[in-house]
Structure formats: C-alpha cells, structure tokens
C-alpha cells in the first residue's frame, strides 16, 4: 500500500503568516491526492483534489501543489479559524491511504 | 442540503459484533459511492471502506477485511458497516462519508457525517 507521510506533526504559525504543510507519498500516486481539514470535534472537510483544485467554497489563501511523491498544502495570511489538523489522502489506487496528520497551531 | 446521520455505535465486548448505519439525504444516494472512515480518540483518520453507488463493487483495508462488511440500501437511502469480531483496536468514531459526484473512478470525499463513537471493551 501507498504510505502517506506528513511533515511537520506540529507547526507552529503567527496569524496572517504563512503556513506550509509537506506531504509525501511512498511510490507515486500521480496528481490524485486530496487535502483535508479537521477542527477538534468535527468532522473532516475537503479542502483541495486533484492536488490543486479547491473544494466548494474553499478560500483562494488555500493553494496547493505537487506530483508524484512529494505534495504541498499552503496557507497565506492564516486566520484564526485555520488553525486545525490538516491531512493529506492518495486516491491513486487501493487502498486509500491517509497521513497521519499535521496539527497547525498559533505560535 | 447533504447530510449524513451515521448511528448504531455503541460499548460492545472484544468478539462481538456491531453494525453501523448511515442515513443520507439531500442527493441522489443512489448516484454515489460511500465511505466509512475511522478516527480512534486522539489519532488520526483510517480509511475502513467504501461501497461503489449501486453496491457492485467494495473495498476494505486490510485491518477489518473478512470482519467488516459495506452494504447500501439505495431504496431507503442508507449505508451500512456490519462488524463483527471486533478488537480493541476498532474503538473510534466511525464517519460515513460521499464521493464527490463527479470524480469518476477516483474516490475522494466532499460531505461527511459527524461520526458515531465504537468502544470495544470488556
């Protein structure tokens, strides 16, 4: 199976800064990787697909970009409400495997 | 408006069995695959199963194939996760979750529900 590592586990982050989130696949996964962002006691929501296509109402400060192994989410000017648990998931082929997951917090 | 209501968790003993359910509304439940992902306290997401929309096809992770069984009743709107044998290790909140509609074969996830809480204990 496809192992998905993130990096860092905690990052810390000033509010209006900028945050950069690394995700890496273990054997290629192409462009097929989803981003997805997880407040303490909800559900996950779809933040990027395709690598770099935004969900539904997904704020432009989201960016992502990669291929292959090597994948990154970005946060410009970070507001108070980004602050979550943010993770990477390959749907390249079964089975879907999903990071462990990186905690953005406000330094 | 999409929602998910997943049910059917519960405190359940090492060996026994459980089967979740979740109930959709606001699209086309039959137009969709459906997921289950599990999140044990304090962890991260695990990705458990996913069903295609007309049931023909599944999928499961190793950690619960032959112990965990998907299935969908597209006339009642429902997904399901009947467990059984279950361990310690399948303690989480288990989420029910929708395929994007439009993603073809690939399966990423745009409305999910709020979970519902397996503890397997003695």
Request: overall charge neutral; charged content about 15%; proline content about 3%.
């Amino acid at each position: 199976e496809v192992v998905m590592t993130q990096s860092p586990g905690t990052l810390s982050v000033s509010p209006g800064e900028r945050a950069t989130l690394s995700c890496r696949a273990s054997q290629s996964v192409s462009t097929n990787l989803a981003w997805y962002q997880q407040k303490p006691g909800q559900a996950p929501r779809l933040l990027i697909y395709g690598t770099s296509t935004r969900a539904t109402a997904i704020p432009a400060r989201f960016s992502g970009s990669g291929s292959g192994t090597e994948f990154t989410l970005t946060i410009t000017s970070l507001q108070s409400e980004d602050f979550a648990v943010y993770y990477c998931q390959q749907y390249n082929e079964w089975p879907i495997t999903i990071g462990q997951g990186t905690r953005l917090e406000i330094k | 408006e999409v929602q998910l209501l997943e049910s059917g968790g519960d405190l359940v003993q090492p060996g026994g069995s459980l089967r979740l359910s979740c109930a959709a509304s606001g699209f086309t439940f039959s137009s969709d695959a459906m997921t289950w992902v599990r999140q044990a306290p304090g962890k991260g997401l695990e990705w458990v199963s996913s069903i295609s929309y007309n049931g023909d096809h599944t999928h499961y992770a190793d950690s619960v194939r032959g112990r965990f069984t998907v299935s969908r009743d597209n006339s009642k709107n429902t997904l399901f996760l009947q467990m059984s044998s279950l361990r310690a290790e399948d303690t989480a909140v288990y989420f029910c979750a929708k395929k994007v509609s439009d993603s073809g074969a690939y399966y990423f996830f745009d409305y999910w529900g709020q979970g519902t809480l397996v503890t397997v204990s003695s």
